[in-house]
C-alpha cells in the first residue's frame, strides 16, 4: 500500500495523507481530483498516479502541467520509488510505500465501488439536467464521462442515419480537443454503431480484433471503452473514452457504470438535441414569417395575393368592405388589418356576430337602448355602434341579420344617423362599417332572404378569401405558427411535423379551413406521445383523404372549371363563351349539363 503526502512547509501548515487505493489517481486543483491541491501554477487535472502491476507510475496530465520528482521534470513518466518528492506546480508532495500489498489487495470491493459510482452518476445527472443550452450541457457530458472513468480523453459522437459525426472531444483539463478525429479510433467507433453493444478494451494494440486496425496502430492506443446511446432502440450516438498511455485502466464495472450512466442520459440528450432542432426551427420560421406575412395574416400563396393586393388598396380609404369566404378562412383577420392600416387605427375596432346573439336582442347590442325601452331595461346602455365611434365596426356574419334589423342597418349605411331601442332621438357616430359572411348573399338577395338594397350598400368592395385547400404552399406554414402559438398559450412543450403529417396535411380538404386545422393541431399537442406530431396524431388516417385521380380527371375538373367561369363572365351567353375558348357551342352545353347533374352537382 502506498501514499501521497503533503509536505509541511511552516509549523502553521498541517501535512495531509492521501491513500493510494484506486488504479488511478487524480492530482489537480478541480474538485473532482482525488487529491485537490490549491496553490499557484496548478493545472485542474495536473498529474496522474496509476497503479501498473507492482508499480506506481506518475505522469504529467496536461502539456504545460510542470511536474518535477526529486527537483528533475518529468516530462512522459516515471516509476515511483519510495520517499521520491513530488513538486506539482507550487505544492510539494512525498511518496510513501507503506508496505509491500499491491492497490489492488487494498482496492474496495466491487460492491462499495459499484455504489459509489452509482451514486456520481447519480450526482452527475442532476448537474447535467440544469444545463440550459445544448453545447454546455454535451460538454459536460463527456466532462461526467471522463471523470466517472478516470479517462484522460472523451468524445461523444452523433449519428444522422448511415453517417457520424464528432460533436464534442474533451481531455481531463476540461479542455477541447483540436483535431478531434485523430484522437479516436474509427474502428472501434463503427464495430459499436453496428453491434449496439458497448465494447472495452484492455490493450487496443495487443487486441486481436482491432490490433491490426490502421487507426489503432497510427495512435497507439491503450485503454477503450465505447458505449451506444439508445433512445427507445433508436441509435443517437455513443459516448467514446481512451487512454493511450495506460494499459489496463478500465475493467467491467468501468464500462457497467459508463452503459448506466450512457442509458440514463440517452433520454436527456435526444430531449436536448429536439428542443435544440425546435429553437432553430423557430428562428427559421420567424424569418420565413417576416417574409411571408402580411400583417397579421400568413401567407404567400397565389390564392392570397389578389387579397393582399385589395386589402392595400381599399385600407386607407372609408368604402364599406363585404369580406366573403368559407368558415375559417380568417374573415375577422382581414377586417382587423383593414382598420390597422386605415386612418383610425388609433380609434376602436369593435366586432359583432350577428348569428351568434338573439334576434330580440341584436337590436339593443347595435344601437343600445334608454332606460325602460323593454323589460329588464333597467338604465340607459350604448350599442356597438356607441363603442366604436372614431374606429371601426365589424359585422360578422351579416348574412344571418333578421329582416327587420336589415331595413333598420340599410337606414344607418344611408342616413348615417340612429336611434336607440325605445328612443325617438337620432344620433350620429364617426364609424367605417366592415361586414363579412360564409353565405352567397347574391342567392339570398334571389331567394328573398337578403335585401337587395342592403346588399348593394354592403358589397361596395368585396374581398373574397380562399379556403384553405387552395393555399396548399401555405398550409405547412401556418400549421408551425399555430403550434408556436398554441405552445405559448398551453405552456407545453412545441413538437415538429412528421413527414407524414406534412404530407397528410397538403392532401386533406379541410372543410372547417384554418380554424379545424387549429383545433386538430391543439388536440394533437396535448394528447400527443411522440416527439413529433404524425397524421394519426392529427386524426388524418389515410380512409380521410382523397384518392388521387387520374390526369385525365384533373384536366376533366379542370375544363369543367374554366368552361363555367367564362360563361358566367359572358353573362351565361353559350355562343361568346364558344367563341371565345375556340370550341363548339355542343361542347359549352355539355358542360352545363354536366355541372348540373345530381353526380357532379
Known amino acids: 500500500m502506498a501514499s501521497i503526502r503533503t509536505v509541511q512547509k511552516s509549523s502553521s501548515d498541517a501535512p495531509e495523507e492521501y491513500f493510494l487505493r484506486r488504479r488511478i489517481t487524480t492530482v489537480g486543483s478541480a474538485s473532482d481530483s482525488d487529491i485537490q491541491l490549491l496553490g499557484d501554477n496548478i493545472f485542474g487535472h495536473h498529474a496522474t498516479i496509476t497503479c501498473e502491476g507492482p508499480h506506481f507510475v506518475v505522469r504529467p496530465a496536461a502539456k504545460k502541467a510542470t511536474l ?56 452527475l ?26 479517462a484522460d480523453k472523451g468524445f461523444l459522437v452523433l449519428t444522422d442515419g448511415d453517417d457520424w459525426s464528432i460533436r464534442v472531444a474533451r481531455n481531463v483539463d476540461l479542455e477541447a480537443i483540436i483535431d478531434d478525429s485523430s484522437h479516436l479510433s474509427d474502428s472501434v467507433l463503427q464495430e459499436v454503431m453496428r453491434v449496439q453493444k458497448p465494447i472495452i478494451i484492455a490493450d487496443a494494440r495487443t487486441d486481436e480484433q482491432f490490433r491490426d486496425a490502421q487507426s489503432v496502430i497510427d495512435l497507439e492506443l491503450c485503454s477503450v471503452m465505447c458505449v451506444p446511446l439508445l433512445d427507445r432502440g433508436q441509435l443517437l450516438g455513443v459516448i467514446y473514452v481512451g487512454n493511450d498511455r495506460v494499459a489496463d485502466l478500465f475493467d467491467e464495472l468501468h464500462l457497467d457504470l459508463l452503459s448506466i450512466f450512457a442509458a440514463k442520459l440517452s433520454l436527456v440528450i435526444a430531449n436536448a438535441i429536439l428542443m435544440d432542432e425546435l429553437r432553430s426551427d423557430n428562428r427559421s420560421l420567424k424569418n ?51 382598420h390597422r392600416r ?42 356597438k355602434f356607441h363603442a366604436a365611434d372614431g374606429g371601426t365596426l365589424f359585422l360578422d356574419e ?35 362599417i366592415l361586414a363579412a359572411t360564409n353565405r352567397n348573399l347574391a342567392d339570398d338577395v334571389s331567394s328573398g332572404n337578403f335585401r337587395e338594397d342592403l346588399y348593394y350598400r354592403l358589397h361596395v368592395v368585396e374581398i373574397t378569401l380562399p379556403a384553405l385547400r387552395e393555399r396548399e404552399n401555405d398550409i405547412i406554414l401556418i400549421a408551425e405558427y399555430l403550434i408556436d402559438q398554441i405552445s405559448d398559450e398551453l405552456q407545453i412543450s412545441p413538437r415538429k411535423l412528421s413527414a407524414d403529417a406534412t404530407r397528410a396535411m397538403r392532401k386533406f380538404d379541410w372543410p372547417g379551413n384554418v380554424r379545424q386545422l387549429e383545433n386538430r393541431l391543439k388536440k394533437a399537442l396535448v394528447l400527443a406521445q411522440g416527439s413529433t406530431l404524425s397524421a394519426e396524431d392529427l386524426d388524418l388516417s389515410p380512409a380521410l383523404l382523397p384518392e388521387p385521380t387520374s390526369l385525365a380527371e384533373a384536366k376533366e375538373k379542370f375544363a369543367l372549371k374554366y368552361v363555367l367561369q367564362v360563361l358566367e363572365k359572358n353573362d351565361g351567353n353559350r355562343s361568346q363563351t364558344a367563341r371565345d375558348l375556340d370550341i363548339d357551342p ?16
Open 342 to 383: 386605415s386612418d383610425r387605427a388609433d380609434g376602436p375596432f369593435v366586432t359583432l356576430n350577428c348569428g351568434a346573439i338573439p334576434e330580440n336582442l341584436l337590436e339593443s347590442e347595435l344601437f343600445g337602448h334608454v332606460e325602460g325601452a323593454f323589460t329588464g331595461a333597467s338604465q340607459k346602455r350604448n350599442g
Open 288 to 338: 420565413r414569417l417576416r417574409s411571408r406575412r402580411f400583417g397579421s395574416l400568413i401567407g404567400a400563396s397565389d390564392a392570397m395575393k389578389p387579397v393582399f393586393h385589395a386589402i392595400d388598396r381599399v385600407a386607407p380609404t372609408n368604402v364599406t368592405v363585404l369580406i366573403t369566404g368559407e368558415t375559417g378562412t380568417g374573415k375577422e383577420l382581414v377586417a382587423a388589418e383593414l
Open 398 to 432: 351579416v348574412g344571418e341579420m333578421p329582416p327587420n334589423l336589415q331595413v333598420k342597418l340599410l337606414r344607418v349605411l344611408q342616413e348615417r344617423t340612429f336611434t336607440r331601442v325605445g328612443s325617438n332621438t337620432a344620433e350620429s357616430v364617426d364609424i367605417r
Open 68 to 123: 518535477k520528482i526529486n527537483g528533475k521534470k518529468c516530462r512522459r513518466k516515471k516509476v515511483l520509488e519510495h520517499d521520491d518528492e513530488l513538486t506539482v506546480g507550487d505544492a510539494e508532495l512525498r511518496f510513501r510505500i507503506l508496505d509491500d500489498r499491491s492497490p489492488a489487495q487494498v482496492a474496495k470491493p466491487q460492491v462499495h465501488r459499484r455504489l459509489e459510482g452509482l451514486e456520481r452518476i447519480h450526482q
Open 125 to 150: 445527472s442532476i448537474e447535467l439536467l440544469q444545463a440550459n443550452e445544448l453545447d454546455e450541457l454535451l460538454d459536460e457530458l463527456i466532462d461526467s464521462a471522463i471523470a466517472l472513468t478516470g
Open 586 to 601: 355542343r361542347t359549352v352545353f355539355r358542360y352545363l349539363e354536366k355541372s348540373s347533374s345530381p353526380a357532379d352537382g
